[in-house]
């Protein structure tokens, strides 16, 4: 099939089920990439000489089947486009984005100085009591939930973070501007389903696969600098890595 003006086959194969199946096409080769926005409704409209009535009906389909999501006014987006961790490398939720040419933003759920409780304390070197930053936020790259991320950070060791628009801010790059980024982590990834919590703020039905992370974070002088819990939709997020056999 050509990308051309489409028509519907003798056989019964509706306008409609013809664009979708150029997109599909375009999808799985890799021509719409998964960090790729799809060409605008009118754009296809004129591409294709259909109606936009039937440019939404297909794109419906590809939502039908998982490819495709609509990025709340920003058109639709390849449903691939999500989040991929870089290969042993510590980056922050907008560094991450910005690399695959996408927008980071969050909605900030909570954001506080409260006592650490004992686990807290242990897990961040600090006394049982002191004070940590809370940050719960729903991150989203193109306006699309992605994930759920809770952060405490010791409060002494960066002080002024609550001053921050944190719809925009990145937490990495704040503990940066303090003088002590984040140089190394432990991080453990555990596949879940959804509770009733996640399936709200991500989106999804309850018992959708989720995948829970738990990190740590250590500053350049082996300081524990950050704890961060986080949920991700299973479909929108991708972690690599490389396993080395050892003798």
Known sequence: MTSGTVQARPGGDLRYEAVARVLVDEIRSGRLSDAAHLPSERA?????????????????????????????????LVRGAGLEEPENELLSFTDVARRRGLQASARVLAAHVREATLDEAELLGVAPGAPVVELDRVRLLDGVPVGIDRSLVPAARAPGLLERDWTTASLYAALEEAGCPPVRADYVLQAAAADEREATLLELSPGAPVLRAEQRSFDAAGRPIQICRMSYRGDRYRFRTTLIRRA
């Open 44 to 76: 296809l409209v004129s591409r294709f000489g259909v109606s936009r009535v039937t440019v939404r009906r297909a794109l419906r389909a590809l939502e039908a089947e998982g490819l495709v999501v609509s990025a709340a006014g920003r058109g639709w």
